[in-house]
């Protein structure tokens, strides 16, 4: 009051608060923006307290598919990693499947604590989302609403006794609840789950059901046999011709023949024409630099690298980065393949890779 008095304000404490009370009100009610995500990106996850059961706490887990909104739920009477890993096997196999990403809150049995930054994870759950293929993501300190299609479930299904203890019926009746919460949704959702493809059976179907042209898909695939790489189908032959100049050339292991021009066409998540032979196993080449950012990426996300702007020598021990030149190369120059690195790998040194055709390999 006496700072604004000193501005010339002449009323009382009640105006003052009274002037206020609409903008108080305002200030109550926090806007969030709606965030949806496509089939199979994301799930979330959560724990639920639905009272004790016969003197023991009784939760409930659930995952939730955040594009289809289907969901599982299973009661335990505990919380451990060991029951958190052994209901998501059971979710994964209800879905018939696992999402990309896997969003809950920051419970023990996920999270371990965070160094600013750098996000500290359980090992077992680690090991777990490795194994599965899902990369676990969790909300932000005391957001819940980032997690809004789990959190709603809960609010629904969760018991409402003041002493959250309860009897036997009260314990069917949070059941109950949650089966026609579960029921309830599942038909009224607007979007219906989505077709997603089991592992190497994936179903076909006819180009016009598809809605595309039979015609134009002969034409490209006719257009595509037509424009086969020109290079040989040998490709020891082909390695000689087109690295034959290069010191050090030779290769380290032995080439297998390439086959023959090969695609397929998928549409909706259903095979509506293929040509060639699509489960042959065939060499591939410059594939290493996409690999290799994508496992420093999951590394950065796991806070495994610090700082892209760290040596790369306080990570990879031995002489690879060691010298005086390389001692400063960091995550982000390899990224950038600005590196300039300089060494020999499987006897063969950096500078034998493309040589300018000007200079003589003696130099």
């Given at each position: 009051m006496d700072e604004i008095r000193g501005r010339g304000y002449a009323g009382g404490y009640s105006q003052l608060?009274?002037?206020?009370?609409?903008w108080r009100e305002e200030e109550r009610e926090r806007a969030f923006v709606r965030f949806e995500t496509g089939p199979g990106e994301q799930s979330q996850m959560d724990w639920g307290h639905f009272?004790?059961?016969?003197?023991?706490?009784l939760y409930g887990f659930a995952l939730t598919m955040c594009y289809s909104r289907m969901r599982y739920v299973e009661f335990t009477q505990r919380q451990d990693i060991h029951h958190l890993l052994s209901a998501m096997v059971h979710a994964f196999r209800y879905f018939g499947g696992v999402t990309e990403c896997i969003l809950t809150d920051r419970m023990k049995t996920v999270l371990l604590d965070q160094n600013g930054g750098e996000l500290h994870f359980h090992k077992k759950f680690l090991d777990f989302a490795a194994y599965y293929g899902f990369v676990?993501?969790?909300?932000?300190?005391?957001q819940p609403?980032?997690?809004g299609k789990i959190e709603f479930d809960h609010r629904l299904c969760a018991p409402r006794s003041p002493e959250r203890a309860f009897a036997l019926h009260d314990i069917l009746t949070a059941m109950l609840r949650t089966l026609i919460l579960l029921a309830c949704l599942q038909s009224l959702s607007a979007q219906p789950a989505a077709y997603f493809p089991a592992r190497n059976d994936w179903q076909r179907s006819d180009p016009a059901a598809a809605g595309m042209d039979q015609a134009k898909i002969d034409e490209a695939i006719a257009w595509h046999r037509a424009h086969e790489n020109k290079n040989p189908r040998d490709l020891r032959r082909s390695h000689d011709l087109s690295f034959a100049r290069e010191a050090y050339g030779d290769p380290l292991?032995?080439?297998?023949?390439?086959?023959?021009p090969t695609g397929v066409i998928v549409r909706h998540g259903h095979i509506v024409a293929e040509w060639g032979e699509p489960l042959r196993a065939d060499m591939t080449f410059s594939v290493t630099k996409s690999f290799l950012s994508s496992v420093v990426g999951l590394a950065y996300d796991h806070g495994l690298i610090r700082d892209l702007n760290d040596p790369v020598k306080d990570y990879v021990p031995g002489e690879y980065f060691a010298s005086d030149h390389n001692s400063r190369i960091t995550w982000d120059h390899l990224l950038r393949q600005t590196s300039d690195w300089e060494g020999t790998l499987w006897g063969k040194p950096?500078?034998?890779?493309?040589p300018p055709k000007d200079i003589p390999f003696e130099q």
């Open positions: 608060k009274l002037a206020v009370a609409r009272g004790n059961w016969d003197g023991r706490r676990p993501r969790v909300c932000r300190p005391y609403e980032t997690k292991g032995p080439f297998q023949p390439r086959g023959e950096d500078w034998a890779d493309r």
